[in-house]
């Protein structure tokens, strides 16, 4: 059974730093594309960030470009969002995805196997 656990989101003011973690399991996560997406009240999900399965590529939506770091540690099955310059329009549900593709921009959801759950971030004025 393929497991994608988020955690760290949290209550965070304007120009404040956040770092989310994805632990995986179920899946040989080392050969994994894994991605971040977000999705606000009444919007579509929308792509955040990708690392293909060594971390050699990373991709990033246009908003989060400069700010935002996704990483991975494949000997923990742990993917990581670096998020800094917090802003308030950054507030959403992030979501874990993993896809066994090798790792591009596509922003689409289409590409994406497994889903996590999903952390709640929100960013005060």
């Known amino acids: 059974q393929v497991q994608l656990v988020e955690s760290g989101g949290r209550l965070v003011h304007e120009g404040g730093s956040l770092r989310l973690s994805c632990a995986a399991s179920?899946?040989?996560?080392?050969?994994?594309?894994m991605s971040w997406f977000r999705q606000a009240p009444g919007k579509e999900r929308e792509f955040v960030a990708a690392?293909?399965?060594?971390?050699?590529?990373?991709y990033y939506g246009d908003s989060v470009k400069g700010r935002f770091t996704i990483s991975r540690d494949n000997t923990k099955s742990t993917v990581y969002l670096e998020m800094v310059s917090l802003k308030p329009e950054d507030t959403a549900v992030y979501y874990c995805?993993?896809?066994?593709?090798?790792?591009?921009?596509?922003?689409?959801?289409?590409?994406?196997?497994?889903w996590g759950q999903g952390t709640q971030v929100t960013v005060s004025s």
């Open positions: 179920g899946i040989t996560f080392g050969s994994w594309t």
């Open positions: 690392i293909n399965y060594n971390g050699g590529r990373r």
């Open positions: 995805a993993a896809d066994r593709g090798p790792g591009s921009s596509d922003e689409s959801t289409q590409r994406i196997d497994y």
